[in-house]
């Protein structure tokens, strides 16, 4: 049965023994399903696979080369070259100026101060907080650093690491040169075009908490009848509260789906909160989270930080906000790719 994988910082030991990796004893040596395990752990694997994941490692191991790029990372003495013996002279040309690359771009990952990167509780957990890098991009790097590019499957795992990378680098310098005002106009303008509306952190949050207010134990009212009751409690605070701005943000809920809508016949329907969104934590996530996704149809790139302080006026939430992100990507990712393939399908029918 397989164990469970390391988490991605804790790529400088083997994921087995624990000890940090080395250039005698505890050689790092890269699989092709991009899992790296020290040789000597290795070598006592019961069958030739993966012990993570089960993948059948096809080269012998005595032939897979040892990854230098992470033995630079550890401080280690790193040999000018090793033998490796690839089909033909041009696979082993391609093969050394492929392995250079990912070498120099290994050095990324160490701190600021040029020194080796440190492990912590002695598990060889990276220290990467220094790094020149933000965390997304140190995390597609280790993955890039982990591939093993003499197998086929390595090296097209590796070719997919470094489209992310690269892809990632864009969006990061977009992210850095891009106007903070217009950026923000952008996104607000966007959010109005669907018919929604972000009141400011200070507001937005309030208004949220009247809705949780008004429907947390179940109750079931009209869109009128809940605009209403939140835009009286509100008007004391904020005098420029008013019916069409708080029912613009009703409606943002509304497209995150945070509601169960009952139709009545010649009469308003009735919302009520869906019971995993019957608090604040719930419903404002899945109400930040349709803010993201509006913005990601629009095309802009904002970052967890901008995030943070458009939504919430400060930089704390930063973490918050990139969770949402991920999960966003990762529907949108989804949504995209299933399309794609109901493109296809339909193409070939309409060939055949």
């Known amino acids: 049965m397989p164990v469970q994988a390391a988490q991605w910082t804790e790529f400088l030991s083997c994921p087995i023994c624990y000890n940090e990796f080395d250039e005698n004893v505890h050689k790092p040596i890269s699989l092709g399903c991009s899992h790296t395990v020290c040789k000597t752990c290795l070598n006592k694997l019961h069958r030739k696979a993966c012990p993570f994941d089960q993948t059948v490692i096809n080269t012998d191991i005595d032939v897979l080369p040892v990854n230098f790029a992470l033995l630079q990372l550890v401080g280690a003495q790193v040999p000018d070259q090793q033998t490796v013996n690839l089909s ?113 952190p200070a507001m937005q949050e309030e208004a949220l908490k009247l809705v949780l207010l008004a429907l947390e134990d179940g109750s079931a009212l009209s869109r009128k009848v809940l605009v209403l009751f939140v835009v009286q409690r509100l008007e004391p605070r904020f005098p420029q509260a008013s019916k069409t701005s708080i029912g613009h943000v009703v409606q943002l809920l509304y ?69 949402i992100i991920d999960k966003v990507s990762r529907v949108l990712y989804i949504i995209f790719y299933f399309d794609l393939n109901i493109c296809y399908l339909s193409l070939g029918l309409l060939y055949v």
């Open 88 to 200: 033909n002279l041009g696979e082993n040309k391609h093969y050394e100026v492929a392995k250079k690359c990912v070498e120099e771009l290994a050095l990324y990952l160490k701190p600021l101060n040029g020194g080796k990167v440190v492990s912590i509780e002695d598990r060889g957990v990276a220290s990467l907080n220094q790094s020149a890098l933000s965390r997304p991009m140190q995390r597609k790097l280790v993955t890039l650093v982990n591939c093993q590019l003499v197998e086929k499957e390595g090296r097209v795992r590796a070719m997919r690491a470094a489209r992310s990378l690269g892809e990632r680098t864009v969006t990061e310098l977009i992210l850095q040169h891009q106007n903070p005002q217009q950026l923000s106009a952008n996104l607000w303008a966007a959010v109005r075009a669907r018919g929604c509306q972000f009141l400011g």
């Open 255 to 323: 497209r995150a789906s945070c509601f169960k809508v009952t139709k009545r016949d010649e009469d308003s329907s009735l919302m009520q909160l869906k019971e995993e969104f019957r608090s604040y934590e719930a419903l404002r996530r899945e109400h930040d989270a349709q803010i993201v996704h509006i913005a990601m149809e629009a095309g802009l790139r904002i970052s967890p930080e901008q995030w943070s302080s458009l939504l919430y006026g400060d930089l704390a939430h930063k973490s918050h906000m990139q969770s």
